[in-house]
């Protein structure tokens, strides 16, 4: 399987997880938002479905580019942005690296550029900041990203609507930690990593 169909299967089983699990992104964005993460990333994923199966792609950067702009269209609320930022700036990466270490480490900058977060803030920047060491350290699994989701519970949220809570807050899973875990529990199942 090429670089690009290993990528596009990526991509199209995180958009599943995503579906399949939009009331449970509901669930958890209620708890400590506005209720809506789940409905939010459903619209993205099925527009990204949409487009994944509706074309094929030149390269790497030109697929994570219209990943990026699908869900900046799609995904309301700050998570549209945020994901968007991070597959425009893992385009630009892999201009230059197929590393995917690299790539997603872009995307993390990205992120965190645009939602001016840091670790420790009870975001999807915990997450990915997890997933970046892991790929650094080619240690990403599942109970990596099971123990990041973890972390986040018991964190409280100074960025984002969750702090409007403050300690409210702690115990409660971040609903774009949830998400995005998906993202990297697909990157894992679909062998993209794998030499």
């Not at 699990?21 to 964005?29: K, T």
């Not at 390269?59 to 994901?83: H, I, N, Q, R, T």
């Not at 700036?89 to 550029?113: C, H, N, P, Q, R």
């Amino acid at each position: 399987m090429t670089e690009i169909a290993k990528a596009k299967k990526w991509l199209v089983l995180f958009g599943e997880k995503v579906i399949e699990n939009e009331e449970y992104l509901n669930q958890l964005d209620a708890a400590i938002g506005d209720g809506d993460h789940g409905s939010n990333m459903n619209r993205g994923a099925q527009a990204l479905k949409y487009k994944l199966e509706s074309r094929d792609y030149d390269d790497l950067p030109d697929l994570f580019k219209e990943v990026g702009m699908a869900l900046v269209g799609k995904v309301g609320g700050a998570s549209g942005p945020l994901y968007g930022s991070a597959f425009i700036e893992m385009a630009k990466k892999a201009k230059e690296s197929t590393d995917f270490s690299d790539i997603v480490s872009a995307g993390l900058d990205g992120i965190s550029t645009c939602g001016k977060a840091r670790t420790g803030e009870k975001t999807m920047v915990d997450m990915w900041s997890h997933a970046v060491d892991a790929l650094n350290e080619g240690t990403l699994s599942k109970d990596v990203i099971d123990e990041a989701l973890t972390d986040t519970k018991e964190m409280k949220a100074t960025k984002g609507r969750a702090s409007y809570i403050g300690d409210g807050s702690i115990g409660y899973i971040d609903p774009g930690a949830q998400s995005s875990a998906y993202l990297f529990i697909a990157l894992l199942e679909t062998g993209v990593l794998d030499d």
